[in-house]
């Protein structure tokens, strides 16, 4: 199956991995590890994670406050979003059409 983020979603990945590697050395490359973590699993069991709209979905990251929305497109997994935990909600619904 392959993974395609959309365009906001790579933005919001960039720049959290730019801000947790100001706060210390390696930890961006932490949250990529986390993040890899996450999509692998969404990868392997794309219907397991909470039904968060129709056809959306939500993959929780495990030490950072953050989740990924994802959705399936035919045989890949289309991120919607990076979304910080602490951000408004459904912030990012009107990426999803």
């Known amino acids: 199956m392959n993974v395609r983020f959309l365009a906001p979603a790579r933005q ?3 720049d959290a991995v730019a801000w947790y ?3 210390a050395d390696g930890l961006g490359k932490e949250f990529l ?3 890899d973590r996450v999509i692998r699993r969404v990868v392997a069991y794309p219907l397991s ?3 968060i709209e129709p056809g959306l979905r939500r993959g929780l990251f495990a030490r950072f406050p953050y989740r990924i929305i994802y959705g399936q497109d035919g045989n890949a997994v289309v991120i919607v979003a990076v979304a910080h935990l602490h ?3 459904r ?4 990426r999803v059409k």
Request: proline letters at 5%; glycine letters at 0%; aromatic letters at 10%.
């Open 91 to 94: 912030y990012w619904a009107d």
């Open 33 to 35: 590890d986390e993040l």
């Open 21 to 23: 590697d100001q706060q």
């Open 12 to 14: 919001e990945l960039d």
């Open 87 to 89: 951000r408004e909600p």
């Open 49 to 51: 994670s909470i039904e």
